[in-house]
């Protein structure tokens, strides 16, 4: 396609989401709860057609030389296609936001005002290796009563092609607005910078995926956008913290998934206890298959073991994203340094501490800045689904309008409805 068609295609996609959007507003919960349903049976019935599609990707990224964490977010299997099924599941059981009265009052002169939840309108999401993106954020932007485009990245290309086909056969078959999930069916990078310039058509843009990607498309886009751009995420172990607990939640935060955000990037650790703690979890660590990077504290204690691999660390790695089994360790002298070393290094995402002493626990709750904050569970937690809004449309660490987690009411906004019997000024 020429830049010309390339444009003119992502314009007429942006208007047809807009119309779209004005009809989804108002559908009824039924015909929402109707189509998530149909779509979740589309998924279980198209399990080999969708691996295949997604092998097709697979084959380009080795290929390419993705990363094993790339790899990882790109790779589809039979339990994840059903626990995402399940998930467009939990989004139907939802409650729908669409409607709700957040607060309402009556003024002296008789006026009722009412303050009502309503959908955004057109959402723009950009993402890039995970495929099921594309259904998590169709699933959740319907349920909210907003039109969505998406914009997925060119691993996944095959994989996101078949999804938004069934999401769209699924809008169909209950007489929903087909045209309310909009997919764009090309890589080029022309048509990420056409959509966002579509300010007349798109409320607001949602980009998941890599600081680059989303620092791009925050300097780039006319409208408004939600947004992380990274996640550096931290796990403090207190002097009062339990060690096998400790060992419990690093290795949890650091191995489960290590390339996804929420998983954990720093292990800071008090001076106390890090001689007889750090070893026995640099271990366990590195049985997992993590490379440790330390400072010289941290090197000086694992010295005195058995020959536990470790590289020196550089202030550069504390600020890191590694999205891979790679952990950066820092001994702290006390609490508060423990505090600004997060703040100083973190993302604003998730961060953890690691102690039964419920006064630091406070104290690191009330004063690390970040969209989550744990006491004595792992980061990996931050999540829609754990947080029980059925699937999430992405991690907010902006403090305007959504933070954290967003589900089914962060994507909404609200109207004044005023009700009078002639009242003038």
């Known amino acids: 396609m020429t830049p010309s068609e390339i444009e003119s295609m992502v314009v007429s996609l942006a208007e047809k989401a807009r119309q779209a959007a004005l009809d989804l507003a108002t559908i009824p919960t039924d015909t929402k709860n109707a189509t998530l349903e149909s779509l979740a049976h589309l998924l279980e019935s198209n399990v080999e057609a969708i691996l295949r599609e997604n092998n097709r990707d697979m084959e380009a990224g080795r290929f390419n030389g993705l990363s094993s964490a790339l790899l990882d977010r790109l790779e589809l299997s039979p339990a994840r296609i059903a626990a995402q099924a399940e998930s467009i599941r939990q989004v139907a059981d939802l409650e729908d936001p669409v409607g709700e009265v957040i607060d309402q009052s009556e003024r002296p002169n008789g006026l009722r005002i009412h303050r009502v939840r309503v959908p955004i309108g057109v959402i723009g999401i950009i993402y890039e290796s995970r495929p099921l993106v594309t259904v998590d954020c169709a699933s959740l932007c319907l349920k909210s009563g907003n039109a969505s485009i998406l914009r997925g990245g060119k691993e996944a290309f095959y994989s996101n092609t078949i999804l938004a086909s069934l999401i769209r056969a699924a809008l169909t078959a209950n007489t929903a607005p087909a045209d309310g999930v909009q997919f764009i069916p090309t890589p080029d990078r022309l048509a990420l910078n056409a959509l966002l310039k579509q300010i007349d058509n798109v409320d607001c843009i949602i980009p998941r995926g890599g600081e680059g990607l989303i620092r791009f498309v925050a300097e780039n886009a006319l409208m408004p956008v939600i947004k992380h751009y990274k996640g550096v995420c931290n796990v403090y172990i207190d002097r009062a913290a339990s060690a096998e607990l400790a060992q ?130 792992s980061t990996r937690f931050t999540d829609g689904f754990q947080f029980g809004l059925g699937a999430e449309i992405g991690i907010s660490t902006d403090k305007l309008h959504a933070r954290g987690p967003m589900g089914l009411r962060e994507l909404t906004t609200y109207k004044y409805l005023i009700y009078g019997n002639g009242q003038l000024v």
């Open 248 to 377: 419990e939640i690093v290795v949890n935060a650091k191995t489960q998934r290590p390339g996804v955000c929420n998983a954990a990037e720093n292990l800071f650790m008090h001076e106390a206890i890090a001689p007889d703690m750090l070893p026995g979890i640099a271990e366990a660590l590195i049985h997992k298959g993590v490379e440790l990077r330390v400072d010289e504290p941290s090197e000086a204690i694992l010295a005195k073991t058995n020959g536990l691999p470790r590289n020196p660390s550089t202030e550069a790695d504390y600020y890191e994203e590694y999205l891979d089994l790679i952990l950066s360790v820092k001994i702290v002298p006390d609490l508060d340094r423990a505090i600004e070393a997060v703040n100083t290094y973190g993302s604003g995402h998730s961060d953890a501490i690691v102690t039964e002493d419920e006064e630091a626990a406070r104290a690191f709750l009330s004063k690390v800045d970040s969209a989550a904050v744990y006491w004595n569970a």
